[in-house]
């Protein structure tokens, strides 16, 4: 398998996205949600980067803002999104069109929810290679001497073989209620894959699979993506995923981002206190200990707490969290922090 950038070398390398204080709202009957506000983070080439967080923290909401797939939803999104030279928030649907699936792809966490159930899994594949791969259509016909559709048929085989999947002629035969959920991830990553993608987008892409499965999903993501020079946003709420396979972590709260740093350095060494009390919820292999946990709730992000969203859950809450918000601070190398216990220290 081919290794990751070091990190040094990655200081220098330039991110290929990059989100810029992104503030997202929903109107509800309630009043307005303010479900992200301020949220900063970079992914480079060929890296990959955990969010994680619980349940409601807005990672599926920051995926989503990415490529504005809210539809028709009432909300309001700013900030900025930065791809290829280009603020992702400012074009619109037409422009987004060319870059959707076809430069940034996503994998969402029900597969067989994101595979059209009226159409055979071969036709929808080869709907796509028609529509990315037309130079490959066209070698294949020469080298092979085929004709169209066996063309397409020759390359979505080899796709689909190299996401392990096998007995590929009864798949393609197939509608995506009758393969099960390891399949059908497999197939939604090939799919994701297909136009050689700069960005993966993987939401939660793992949790609905069986242990097994989900080892060699993880693992077949990393390996393709590493050999097709594709970066990773990876959300999760697991922890334990994020150390076999991240580069670096960002930890979201409440619609905010408040530790980021490469994984080793946030396993070993984390800083904020929600971060701690994460980790220590996750059981250890082999040791016979309590485990811990976050008490209280995430916020109504209706009506947010003033200052740190944090501090209504937080042991160290200080005079200052309550009135005022965190700003992000370098507590070591690679390593920041939206806390004012090394604010403070600055």
């Known amino acids: 398998m081919e290794k990751t950038?070091?990190?040094?070398?990655?200081?220098?390398?330039?991110?290929?996205?990059?989100?810029?204080?992104?503030?997202v709202a929903f109107k509800t009957a309630r009043g307005k949600a303010k479900i992200l506000e301020g949220v900063n983070f970079e992914l480079f080439p060929k890296e990959i980067l955990a969010l994680v967080g619980e349940t409601g923290s807005g990672k599926s909401v920051t995926a989503k803002s990415i490529l504005n797939l809210f539809g028709n939803y009432p909300g309001q999104i700013q900030g900025q999104v930065w791809f290829d030279t280009q603020?992702?928030?400012?074009?619109?649907?037409?422009?987004?069109?060319?870059?959707?699936?076809?430069?940034?792809?996503?994998?969402?966490?029900?597969?067989?929810?994101?595979i059209n159930p009226l159409f055979t899994l071969g036709e929808q594949i080869s709907r796509l290679i028609?529509?990315?791969?037309?130079?490959?259509i066209k070698m294949a016909r020469q080298e092979n001497n085929l004709t169209e559709k066996q063309a397409v048929i020759h390359i979505a085989r080899q796709k689909l073989n190299e996401v392990g999947l096998t007995d590929i002629d009864r798949l393609l035969k197939s509608y995506a209620g009758e393969i099960s959920g390891g399949m059908a991830q497999r197939y939604r990553i090939a799919l994701a894959l297909l136009s050689s993608p700069e960005i993966l987008i993987a939401d939660e892409a793992t949790s609905a699979l069986d242990?097994?499965?989900q080892a060699h999903i993880l693992k077949l993501m990393k390996a393709l993506c590493q050999k097709k020079q594709t970066a990773i946003l990876f959300i999760t709420h697991d922890l334990g995923i994020a150390a076999q396979i991240c580069d670096r972590v960002a930890v979201m709260y409440a619609g905010r981002i408040?530790?980021?740093?490469?994984?080793?350095?946030?396993?070993?060494?984390?800083?904020?206190?929600?971060?701690?009390g994460l980790l220590k919820a996750?059981?250890?292999?082999?040791?016979?200990?309590?485990?811990s946990f976050v008490p209280g709730m995430i916020p109504d992000l209706v009506h947010p707490p003033k200052g740190c969203r944090f501090h209504t859950r937080c042991s160290q809450a200080m005079t200052i969290c309550r009135r005022e918000k965190p700003r992000r601070v370098a507590a070591e190398s690679r390593h920041d922090v939206s806390c004012f216990l090394y604010e403070l220290e600055k």
């Open 87 to 114: 603020d992702l928030l400012t074009l619109k649907d037409a422009q987004l069109e060319s870059i959707r699936g076809n430069r940034i792809s996503m994998v969402f966490q029900n597969p067989q929810s994101s």
């Open 258 to 276: 408040v530790e980021v740093a490469k994984t080793k350095s946030l396993f070993e060494n984390p800083l904020h206190p929600y971060t701690r």
């Open 282 to 291: 996750v059981p250890k292999f082999g040791k016979k200990e309590d485990l």
């Open 130 to 136: 028609r529509l990315y791969l037309v130079p490959e």
């Open 5 to 23: 950038i070091p990190q040094k070398a990655r200081q220098k390398t330039k991110a290929i996205l990059e989100v810029r204080d992104l503030n």
């Open 211 to 213: 242990v097994t499965v």
